[in-house]
């Protein structure tokens, strides 16, 4: 759910994190490695999308650091360069997927998407629990039968809530899984993003809010 684009063309790196975020994920951009080195550090990612040719601190040794110190962070290495000999050292290195530019940006959705399954404990395709379905790989929401028209961040929230199977969940835990870095943690936003939740799943409320601790079903 949440991701970390390292690329040095700026411009390249926004266009990736936007379509990740309508593709439901939290995602953070920097354009050095060192950056990487320390948004890697600050908090828990998925997916790291790593450019190689990284400057200031190569894209090999970020790689090599994240791996080194058992992190399960998931890596997707980019590269300009897609000959046999570079897939074949970049996944020695220890990235788990390697995608050369120019590529497919709906590929690279689904390879995050892939990446991020496997970087988590295992969650069925479907979760279900007081009649809501979240159908995990097709992104649809349902209670009773009926359709939900949520939001990426209100996905992302509901199914934070239903892979707890009745446990509670922080608001720091949601902000830090759902959100990404630039998220004020004074702004509310979590909790606006349940009261929108809430209306959309209707009575008999199924959230609920413990006191001090956080949410849950």
């Not at 908090?43 to 450019?51: E, I």
């Not at 709906?106 to 007081?130: D, G, H, T």
């Amino acid at each position: 759910m949440r991701v970390l684009v390292a690329e040095d063309e700026e411009i390249l790196a926004e266009l990736v994190a936007t379509g990740l975020r309508r593709a439901g994920f939290a995602v953070d951009t920097v354009y050095s490695g060192d950056a990487a080195q320390a948004y890697l550090g600050l908090h828990d990612y998925d997916v790291v999308v790593l450019d190689r040719d990284l400057p200031r601190v190569h894209g090999d040794d970020v790689a090599r650091g994240l791996v080194a110190s058992g992190s399960r962070t998931r890596i997707l290495m980019l590269t300009a360069a897609g000959s046999m000999e570079d897939r074949v050292s970049g996944l020695d290195l220890g990235a788990d997927d390697y995608l050369g530019k120019p590529f497919e940006f709906p590929e690279l959705v689904s390879r995050v998407r892939a990446l991020r399954r496997r970087s988590a404990r295992p969650v069925p395709p479907q979760l279900e629990r007081y009649g809501i379905r979240l159908d995990t790989v097709r992104r649809t929401a349902s209670r009773d039968g009926r359709e939900l028209d949520l939001s990426p961040k209100e996905f992302a929230v509901l199914q934070l809530l239903l892979e707890a199977d009745g446990g509670t969940v922080s608001a720091e835990e949601l902000l830090e899984r759902a959100w990404d870095a630039n998220a004020d943690p004074f702004t509310g936003a979590v909790r606006v993003c349940m009261s929108k939740l809430r209306g959309k799943l209707g009575e008999p409320a199924v959230i609920r809010t413990v006191q001090g601790v956080g949410y849950a079903l």
